[in-house]
Nanobody
Framework: QVQLVESGGGSVQAGGSLTLSCAASGRAYSPYCMGWFRQAPGKQREGVASIRFDGTARYADSVKGRFTVSKDNAKNTLYLQMNSLKPDDTAMYYC?????????????????WGQGTQVTVSS
């Protein structure tokens, strides 16, 4: 079992920045992938950014150039730096963990989920 706890969500005006954190605990898989997903009301959960154990990252087209995913292996923590936020970025953001060497940018690839943290961007 892997436990994931997100933090760092909140409300911000368009153009602002937020940094999300996800602390992982429990069983450690190797290799693995961790990622961020988001779900807005009435919409499907979508992959935002993911990063493999070797540092390979992937971003959704809608966030490329604005969001940066990173991890601190010593702290078992995943981050999502979000800049130039837009109202369309408003959603519940979820941390995800997937054992294995592939990328985890689809919900079908994810084995463990966090509870989510709300991000609200006002215009």
């Amino acid at each position: 079992q892997v436990q994931l706890v997100e933090s760092g969500g909140g409300s911000v005006q368009a153009g602002g920045s937020l940094t999300l954190s996800c602390a992982a605990s429990g069983r450690a898989y190797s290799p693995y992938c961790m990622g961020w997903f988001r779900q807005a009301p009435g919409k499907q959960r979508e992959g935002v950014a993911s990063i493999r154990f070797d540092g390979t990252a992937r971003y959704a087209d809608s966030v490329k150039g604005r969001f940066t995913v990173s991890k601190d292996n010593a702290k078992n923590t995943l981050y999502l730096q979000m800049n130039s936020l837009k109202p369309d970025d408003t959603a519940m953001y979820y941390c995800a963990y997937s054992p294995g060497g592939g990328l985890c940018h689809t919900t079908s690839a994810v084995l463990y989920w966090g509870q989510g943290t709300q991000v609200t961007v006002s215009s």
